[in-house]
């Protein structure tokens, strides 16, 4: 069984100018051309001598059902062989190798709030830190039973205080062993947690009244959505948790290292960088700050990930003809043929 050739146009009339000197007229001529089942290697044989005398060239109408198709002419006049090829090894496998970049970066705050980052768990201070109930305001321990109070998110992401307070009248005791404080929240948009405890014996867990505790965590919070307690300490005791000067930076430190922040300023004056970055929470320690306070930091940050890919060059043999004897009665593709009219 042969491949079955349809035309969509007649063989056409040739001009009367034909004997005329220097004429040479050009046909062209559209068709069907149906496959069979058993295609022969090579590619099949398509008679055109019926329109054209001698092939110039043939078009095919694009891929159909994924296969591609190239017309051979080496046979010379009508004879054409058309063959059929699927793709392959378009492209060669690749990979992609992620390069991070460092950039200089540049992180200013204006009017914060004030915050101190001074630790006493276990000796009263005579007065609350700056902001010491700004982000959880004092609740009170009742019922041997505490609940954080109302929170209000850090106006910048920064590390979070617990403050205990006693104003009972008299002297109240702290929880004797360890007070943990599980802080929960987010951090540039990912899940932050940070246990913040404050440890007592019996030498040191009496608070005396209008006194406080503090303790300061170190990880930078960007939003607080609770605090929960396990030990409490005595009925009558106020806790709450408020801003550090722990500052979390938009963007991860280079190395990380110290080295990584070039300089810091808080309200116009220059603080030294030694002793202030914190390279395993990507904060920086601008110390204790008032109300309405400026900051500024520079320093050298991972900025972004360039991925470059390797390979994956174009195979220089991008399609192969298909097996002989395959199967191809389903398959038919449209042509334009043109050249040379019988004589």
């Excluded at 099949?44 to 095919?60: C, M, Y």
């Excluded at 090829?85 to 540049?106: C, I, L």
């Excluded at 867990?205 to 503090?214: D, L, Q, S």
């Excluded at 400026?294 to 298909?322: K, M, N, R």
């Amino acid at each position: 069984m042969a491949a079955v050739l349809t035309f969509n146009t007649p063989a056409p009339a040739v001009s009367a100018l034909r004997g005329q000197a220097g004429y040479h007229p050009l046909v062209v001529t559209t068709g069907r051309i149906a496959f069979d089942d058993s295609y022969p290697t090579g590619g099949e044989s398509v008679d055109l001598s019926n329109v054209l005398k001698h092939v110039l060239g043939v078009a095919f109408m694009g891929a159909k059902s994924g296969y591609l198709f190239e017309a051979d002419l080496t046979a010379g006049a009508a004879a054409v062989k058309v063959l059929v090829r699927t793709p392959v090894n378009v492209q060669a496998v690749h990979t992609h190798a992620a390069t991070t970049k460092v950039m200089r970066a540049f992180y200013s705050g204006g009017d914060v709030k004030g915050g101190a980052d001074t630790n006493s768990p276990n000796a009263d201070l005579a007065s609350e830190p700056t902001n010491g109930h700004a982000v959880a305001a004092f609740a009170t321990v009742a019922g041997g039973t505490w609940a954080c109070g109302a929170i209000t998110h850090p106006d910048r992401p920064r590390n979070v205080c617990v403050t205990v307070y006693n104003d009972s009248g008299g002297p109240l005791n702290l929880f004797e062993g360890v007070m943990a404080f599980l802080v929960t929240g987010t951090y540039h948009g990912a899940a932050q947690t940070e246990t913040v405890s404050i440890t007592s014996t019996a030498g040191n867990k009496a608070v005396a009244t209008t006194k406080y505790r503090v303790q300061y965590g170190v990880k930078a919070f960007s939003t607080v959505t609770s605090i929960t307690l396990n030990n409490v300490p005595a009925d009558g005791l106020k806790i709450g948790a408020g801003p550090g000067t722990h500052f979390g930076l938009p963007l991860d430190l280079a190395t990380p290292a110290e080295a990584d922040v070039l300089d810091f300023a808080v309200t116009a004056v220059r603080k030294a960088v030694t002793g202030c970055v914190d390279t395993a929470n990507n904060t920086v320690n601008v110390e204790a700050i008032a109300d309405a306070a400026d900051f500024e930091v520079t320093y050298l940050a991972a900025a972004y990930v360039s991925a470059v890919a390797t390979g994956g060059a174009i195979a220089a043999a991008v399609a192969a003809e298909v097996a002989d004897t395959t199967n191809l009665s389903t398959l038919a593709v449209g042509f334009v043929a043109w050249g040379l009219p019988p004589v």
